[in-house]
């Protein structure tokens, strides 16, 4: 019927136009970043904006250096994934291996459960336990702290990271298990030693999405880091890309505002960097399969 | 009156007002809304609480109706076509933790905590302990106001700048050690207040001016656009003589 295969047609039409809204989108954000965020890095220069270890937007004497930024957001998201991939790993193998039954059900939707948790209730719940917590473990003044984020982000990315890993573990095949329980070992050396490894891609691909998670956040980690431009330490008050941009972007204006664009720029370059190098890992990864 | 007017446009679309800005003003502000809607019901009352520097630049680019700052315009925000009315007086609260045994400081002293030079509590009379100096981001009307009455603008060294007045209290209440500044429309018992200078802000003491630590609450709009009516008529009923008590049950002194 030439009625059915117009409607083929024209269907398909319409997933490339909805596909297209997307890319567009991206073209849109990155044309707009350029735009706006480039005027400032040359006023300021590249390597003043980059390198400089002082930001005073609002200084009579203004100052615009984003070192402290990126350091502390590089920091914060490889504590995050230093802290997190271990345990989301680790949970990732128990809920695809080992819990069977209502556990299994269980568990998993309490992992839902905190993928779901909007980010200012991390925060402020954060700010509220956490923060007076650290401040009394480690007798300090105060426990707002690049701390304090590291762990508030670490349990923000558990979620992606133990759902993408325990679907690439649920797919190995079962007769690689079997086969290494056949030559002896136990199933613990079996799921460490051959189920990890045959997964590696769906894991990394999750440590992918924990990483950019972690560095896009904002709302959480303004309520529990302090906010104040310091160059990072683990127990100081710091301030993070994302948190630069928000905490002074609605009342920006001329020079500051401009310089707030090209932060943004840095942070969408920074994402860009990451997912290139991790698909460049899962290339090489395939390769050797 | 512009009543009549609004009511019959909103026949077809709800008349609105939005206004954005101090999060200190979130009280007088939220009460003066509320009792403008019950005597206008046909309009809808809208505050969006950004700091009064996002809502002076939301006004100025035409992003809400009425802008609210904590802090009075200066002259470059003047001479860009934006006016201010004063709607009431507010008193910037010094507070720390319930737990904390001062309870008052001279402005000096707060000088010299905040800019760093008195780092231990012990020496105005506290425990041995560090001060932590909490206070707020650049924007922000309340820091405006207490680091230009204090003396000590650009020169306070804080350990953490938060973006709302809810934020500081909250923190400082969590922490014996924390020292900051919020309205005093926004204090309650969470936190302890201090005399500054000996004296304990208060609608008294701030209308006589023995608490000197206090700023205005002002209305911001552009001189580029007219108000719209049901904007406009929000505008009079804030400033109309009946609002005192509601702004006095604020915690703010009116300014009328």
């Not at chain 1, 298990?177 to 691909?205: K, Q």
Request: with cysteine; proline share 4%.
């Amino acid at each position: 019927m030439p009625s059915s295969k117009t409607r083929e047609v024209s269907i398909s039409a319409l997933l490339l136009a909805v596909t297209l809204v997307c890319v567009a989108a991206v073209l849109l954000i990155t044309v707009y970043l350029m735009w706006a965020g480039l005027p400032a890095i040359s006023e300021i220069g590249l390597g003043n904006f980059l390198l400089g270890k002082e930001w005073a937007s609002t200084s009579s004497n203004p100052k615009f250096g984003i070192l402290p930024f990126i350091l502390t957001s590089v920091y914060g998201t490889f504590g995050a994934i230093l802290i997190g991939v271990p345990i989301g790993i680790g949970a990732a193998v128990f809920l695809s291996k080992i819990a069977k039954g209502p556990v299994k059900r269980i568990l998993t939707s309490a992992i839902d459960i905190l993928a779901g948790i909007p980010s200012v209730i991390y925060g402020l719940i954060g700010m509220l336990t956490l923060v007076p917590g650290i401040r009394k473990l480690f007798g300090l003044p105060d426990g707002a702290s690049l701390l304090a984020a590291i762990i508030v982000l670490a349990v923000m990315i558990l979620p992606s990271i133990i759902k993408l890993s325990a679907v690439a573990l649920d797919s190995v095949p079962k007769e690689y298990e079997e086969a290494s329980l056949a030559l002896g070992s136990t199933p613990m050396e079996a799921y460490l030693h051959v189920s990890i490894p045959a997964a590696r891609s769906g894991i990394i691909a999750s440590i992918v999405l924990g990483i950019g998670r972690a560095i896009g956040e904002a709302m959480a980690i303004m309520m529990v880091s302090g906010n104040v431009a310091n160059m990072p330490s683990l127990f100081g008050s710091v301030r993070f890309l994302t948190t630069a941009i928000a905490s002074e972007m609605s009342y920006s204006s001329g020079l500051q505002r401009q310089a707030l664009f090209s932060i943004a720029l840095v942070l969408f370059a920074f994402i860009m960097i990451v997912n290139a190098l991790l698909h460049l890992i899962l290339k090489k990864g395939k390769k050797h399969e | 009156m512009g009543m009549s007017i609004v009511l019959a446009g909103g026949a077809k679309e709800k008349a609105s007002v939005s206004t954005d800005g101090s999060t200190s003003m979130e009280k007088v502000i939220g009460a003066l809304g509320e009792a403008f809607m019950n005597q206008n019901p046909g309009i809808k009352f809208t505050y969006n609480p950004t700091g009064s520097g996002s809502g002076i630049s939301a006004v100025k680019e035409g992003r809400c109706d009425i802008g609210l700052s904590s802090r009075a315009l200066n002259d470059s925000e003047i001479a860009e076509g934006l006016n201010q009315t004063v709607l009431a007086y507010d008193g910037i609260s010094i507070v720390v933790n319930n737990s904390n045994p001062v309870t008052g400081l001279s402005i000096e002293q707060l000088a010299l905590i905040f800019t760093g030079k008195i780092a231990n509590w012990k020496e105005v009379g506290g425990n041995d302990q560090t001060i932590v100096v909490i206070g707020r981001e650049a924007g922000s009307g309340t820091r405006d106001g207490f680091e230009t009455i204090t003396g000590t603008k650009e020169s306070c060294l804080y350990r953490q700048e938060l973006t709302s007045t809810g934020d500081v209290i909250a923190s400082i209440s969590q922490n014996p050690a924390a020292i900051g500044y919020a309205s005093l429309s926004s204090v309650k018992d969470t936190v302890k207040t201090l005399k500054v200078d000996g004296v304990i802000p208060s609608e008294q003491s701030i209308a006589d001016e023995t608490y000197k630590i206090q700023r205005p609450f002002i209305m911001v709009t552009s001189n580029a656009r007219t108000l719209s009516p049901s904007a406009q008529a929000f505008f009079d009923f804030a400033m109309s003589a009946g609002t005192e008590s509601i702004i006095s049950n604020a915690g703010a002194v009116d300014a009328k």
